[in-house]
Every structure is written in structure tokens, then in C-alpha cells.
């Protein structure tokens, strides 16, 4: 697959939409239960890497933006038992990111999170994938 260098807004605007429905239907369910509240965000987490998993790195930057944070945090969820990793090529300070992880905390997304970092993450992506028209 070949890297992304941009997106059609009707496709960010259809993912935003899909996100903010699970995060509707979390609410809906009435959970009350902090484990699973951490395994369903830190999966939603997983989920929106993936929908936008081929953007172009040289677009995204190493600076610690929400892209940057994400990618991580997928990461770490996947390959690292949930512990987040350090990856030399991008500068995460904990103090300027959405979250506020650092290397080796362990990863356990909340509701109220998942909505800063979800809004943060498609900021940075009609920033930088949405071609000038």
C-alpha cells in the first residue's frame, strides 16, 4: 500500500461520524465499569490509527502532535502489553500531548479522554491530509 498524502473531507467527516455514534452507544449502554471502559477506548484507539493508518509520516511530522500520540499508543497497545513505548523518531513530551502518557504508563483510555484525543487527532488530520482546494 502505497503511503497517504490526503484525504477526502466526505471520508473524515464519515469517520468522525462512525467515532462519535461509539462513543454514543458507550453512553447509551449504561456501563459503569472502569475496566471496560478502558478496554472499549483503548480499542476505539486501535480503530482510529487504522482508519487512517497509510498517512504519510513526512506530513504527520515527529512532534508530538495527536497523530503522533495515536500512532504510539496503538502501538504500544498492540505490540507492548499496553504500556506506552518510546519511539526515538518522535518527540513525545507527556506535557504537550493530549493524554499525557509517558514511556512506560500503562495505557487505559477513558471516555473523556477518547473524545480529547479523537477531536485533537482530526484536527491535526483536516490540518495536514486535506488538499487545498
Keep these: 500500500m502505497l503511503a497517504v498524502s490526503s484525504y477526502a473531507r466526505d471520508y473524515i467527516e464519515g469517520r468522525r461520524a462512525r467515532f462519535d455514534e461509539d462513543v454514543a452507544a458507550f453512553r447509551a449502554a449504561g456501563v459503569d465499569d472502569a475496566a471496560f471502559e478502558a478496554v472499549y477506548f483503548n480499542n476505539l484507539v486501535l480503530a482510529l490509527?487504522?482508519?487512517?493508518?497509510h498517512r504519510l509520516r513526512a506530513l504527520e511530522k515527529q512532534d508530538g502532535n495527536a497523530l503522533n500520540e495515536v500512532r504510539l499508543l496503538a502501538h504500544?497497545?498492540?505490540?507492548?502489553?499496553?504500556?506506552?513505548?518510546?519511539?526515538?523518531?518522535i518527540t513525545l513530551d507527556p506535557?504537550?500531548?493530549?493524554?499525557?502518557?509517558?514511556?512506560?504508563?500503562?495505557?487505559?483510555?477513558?471516555?473523556?479522554?477518547?473524545?480529547?484525543?479523537?477531536?485533537a487527532f482530526f484536527a491535526e488530520i483536516e490540518a495536514r491530509y486535506i488538499p487545498a482546494e
Design 76 to 89: 504500544s497497545l498492540l505490540h507492548h502489553g499496553g504500556r506506552l513505548v518510546e519511539d526515538r523518531q
Design 95 to 119: 506535557a504537550k500531548t493530549v493524554l499525557g502518557y509517558a514511556v512506560g504508563d500503562e495505557i487505559a483510555v477513558r471516555e473523556a479522554d477518547f473524545v480529547r484525543l479523537c477531536k
Design 49 to 53: 490509527e487504522l482508519s487512517f493508518v
